[in-house]
């Protein structure tokens, strides 16, 4: 058996998957993602394919998946989000595509709030100020008492509203899925829609899955409902936002500040539209990157792969046929 592994928190981060994996006695193919689809199609069909792929945001595009049959046998995503994965070929090419739900909602909603904190007490500019030598300061904003809007209540979105409580904010909330018993305990009120969080937030912070109908959802239409100087904060998926659009809107104040883990294309290609922004906070995919968190996607993951391949049913399968 041959497996190739792409995912780099997953071979950067010591821990008990590293001996999992060993143990199964596979040949590993090494490389450094997220790749594009030209580079994942040299891995796929080099030295006669591979059984099985641990990627992370790699494109797992329709012709990746084909290329690599009849020997791909599994995808096992190090992770949660798939739209880098093209779910709806792999479905239809027999391919299995193996997921990680429920090992990274604490991590990622502690960095929403990192990220939060850091944009409203202008964290950023005067810790650089410092070590600059100034004595430079500018007043931030609380947190107690703003509305915080969710977009996206699942595991992540349920963790950052229990964290919002704390802080005494108020939590509204937008999801298809309603979980009624959660918003009761936790005092998140439901609106109709991601518009009507828009105009109610003093925050919004974003948890949603990437799809064809969100894509771009944040733009200038949607911010030109907000209120003036409502911070946004990203640990989704980049491309939810208009990228010129949110930059447009930092600059403008008509956004207070936009903080994110993603982009919409990564890693990062310059120039950006972001980086000459004062106030616009992006850290480079690392929410869930704690060696708690890794050494638990980590091994669902492979535990995911090798379980399949070996016939046991102790996996996590996001789609079927």
Known sequence: MRILLTTTSYQDTPGKHHE??????????RARGPLP??????LV????????ILHGDDALTRQVIAAALPRLKVLSKYGIGLDSVDVKAATELKVPVMFTPGVNHTTVAEHTFGLLIMLAKKLREHTNWV?????????????????????GLGRIGKEVAKRALAFDMKVIAFDWHWDAAFAEQYEVARVNSAAEAAEKCDV???????SADNRGLINRAFIGR?????????CARGGLINEADVAAACQSGQLGGYAADVLDE?????????????NILVTPHIAS???????RQALRATLNLLNYLKGDKDYIQANEW
């Open 20 to 29: 999992l994996l060993a143990s199964s006695g596979y040949e590993i193919i």
């Open 37 to 42: 689809e030209e580079a994942m199609l040299k």
């Open 45 to 52: 069909t080099g030295d006669g394919g591979v059984d099985g």
């Open 131 to 151: 070590k600059e030598g100034q004595w430079k300061r500018v007043t931030g904003s609380e947190l107690a008492g703003k509305t915080l809007g969710i977009l």
């Open 204 to 210: 919004l912070s974003l948890h949603m899955n990437l």
């Open 226 to 234: 907000m209120k003036k100087g409502v911070l946004i904060v990203n």
């Open 266 to 278: 990564e890693p990062i290609k310059t120039p950006h539209v972001f980086q000459n922004v004062d």
């Open 289 to 295: 990157r704690t060696f708690e968190s890794v050494e």
